[in-house]
């Protein structure tokens, strides 16, 4: 995915494309956005007060000190008239009830995992499976773990859903991601997209 910045978007673009990162609370897809995003990206992120703890377990993620409340919002240029936008939803199941919205006319979704806490990309992956939207799992390594192999058990994937690592904090590596899922969308929904 080349990135052309030049020239104003609106007067360029004709076709917008539309991808969901979703994954566990504090599993890194804000980064992930920051990281590709040619703009600076719109985060929703706010401190996380003491009310919060009584709903959100960041037991495992006790550096964490911000949270997505709403979305995260980047743009990639593909080509002069084509646009990536990329949106990250809020991880915590109190905001699951804006999904439906949030997805609306996207055409696939990165589940972003942590080998450490697996558990938490179950309602992402099945959100996607019962939704029959096209997705890649993403594993972003924060530390030695189990083998891809392993994750895909454990999660029970199916052979055709790409599993691969990445670091959400490198954009070489956020892009594989990305160009990954946009490889699948175009073999699993012909016409959708065109490279």
């Known amino acids: 995915m080349p990135s052309t910045t030049s020239g104003d978007v609106r007067e360029t673009a004709v076709d917008a494309l539309k991808i969901v ?13 920051g990281s590709v995003s040619e703009i600076r990206p719109l985060s929703t992120e706010e401190i ?3 009310a919060g703890e009584a709903v959100d377990d960041a037991g495992r993620v006790r550096a964490k000190t911000t949270t997505t409340v709403t979305f ?6 593909v080509t002069a008239g084509k646009v990536l936008y990329l949106f990250g939803a809020p991880g915590q199941q109190r905001f699951w009830f804006g999904w439906d919205q949030l ?5 696939g979704a990165v589940v972003l995992v942590d ?3 697996l558990q938490d990309s179950w309602y992402s ?11 890649v799992v993403a594993v972003n390594r924060f530390a030695d773990g189990p083998s891809l192999d392993a994750v895909r058990e454990a999660l029970a ?22 160009i990954t899922l946009m490889k699948h ?11």
């Open 21 to 33: 990162i979703v994954g566990g609370f504090g599993v890194g897809k804000t980064t992930m956005v």
């Open 48 to 50: 996380m007060t003491q």
């Open 72 to 77: 995260d919002f980047g743009r990639i240029t």
């Open 103 to 107: 997805f609306a006319g996207s055409l």
């Open 115 to 117: 080998t450490r806490r």
């Open 125 to 135: 992956i099945d959100w996607l499976e019962r939704h029959r939207t096209p997705f």
């Open 157 to 178: 994937l199916s052979p055709e859903v790409p599993l691969i690592e990445c670091d959400a904090r490198k954009r070489p590596s956020c892009m594989h991601v990305l």
């Open 185 to 195: 969308i175009a073999r699993t929904r012909p016409g959708a997209y065109e490279p």
